[in-house]
């Protein structure tokens, strides 16, 4: 009894120093982020591959809510990831405007969700892991593997959900934008990942839908 009293508040300890259930990891199409009213601009390292990127690695609760920001103490230094900066240009690229070289998005993402998983990496960790996920899942391979093409065609919501689920072995969340003409495209893609960052697993809460039945993937 008292083993388990004891087991009992260390878990509860552990589950409140590391402050969340599961990680969102987030991937986004160039093309639907370009394709609406807010356009885009290409980051200084070039146009990006015509590959999903990676939106951020998040920290989420499974009652949907999730930390922000929680070490103003731990600003973001490039000098600590300057190894992983050629495959954060190719796999983690700023498409907002003005051009940028990509480091104003990775400290937005570094200091809203990667300071609410400093139990479990430091920063060189956080980039690495995003970047070891995105190497794991190829989305657009996935995509592909069904007949879906980023090439403005539509596809059913359904489908592309199939596909992916049946690359990965879970459920996607889908968030899809408005291209300019109001049509629903697809936009980002949300994967679940273990609290250590490293395996896919079932989500335990999924992002609400915004997508409509159809669905264009527009080139890029
Ligand atoms: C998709 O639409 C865009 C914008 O209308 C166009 O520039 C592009 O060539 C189209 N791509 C394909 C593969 O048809």
């Not at 087991?7 to 552990?14: H, R, S």
């Not at 990891?25 to 639907?32: R, T």
Request: aromatic content about 12%; proline content about 6%.
């Amino acid at each position: 009894m008292k083993t388990t009293a004891f087991l009992f508040v260390f878990l509860l300890g552990l589950s409140f120093a590391q402050g969340f259930d599961f990680f969102y990891f987030v991937l986004q199409w160039p093309g639907s982020y370009c394709d609406s009213q807010h356009s885009c601009c290409y980051p200084l390292s070039g146009k990006p591959a015509s590959d999903f990127g990676i939106h951020g690695l998040w920290p989420n609760n499974n009652d949907g809510s999730f930390p922000s920001n929680c070490d103003p103490n731990s600003p973001f230094d490039s000098s600590q990831i300057s190894d992983l900066t050629n495959s954060l240009n190719a796999n983690w690229p700023s498409l907002s405007c003005p051009s940028s070289n990509s480091e104003s998005f990775w400290t937005h993402e570094w200091q809203k969700h990667g300071t609410c998983a400093e139990s479990v990496f430091d920063e060189h960790g956080y980039f690495s892991a995003a970047l070891d996920l995105k190497a794991k899942a190829d989305v657009l391979q996935m995509l592909s593997s069904s007949g879906i093409e980023p090439n403005n065609n539509s596809y059913d919501l359904r489908s592309i959900k199939g596909a992916i689920q049946a690359g990965i072995g879970h459920e996607p969340g889908i968030e899809c934008n408005k291209d300019r003409s109001g049509n629903s495209q697809l936009y980002q893609v949300y994967l679940c990942v273990d609290s250590s960052g490293s395996s896919f697993v079932s989500c335990p809460v999924l992002p609400s839908v915004s997508c409509s039945s159809q669905v264009v993937l527009p080139s890029f």
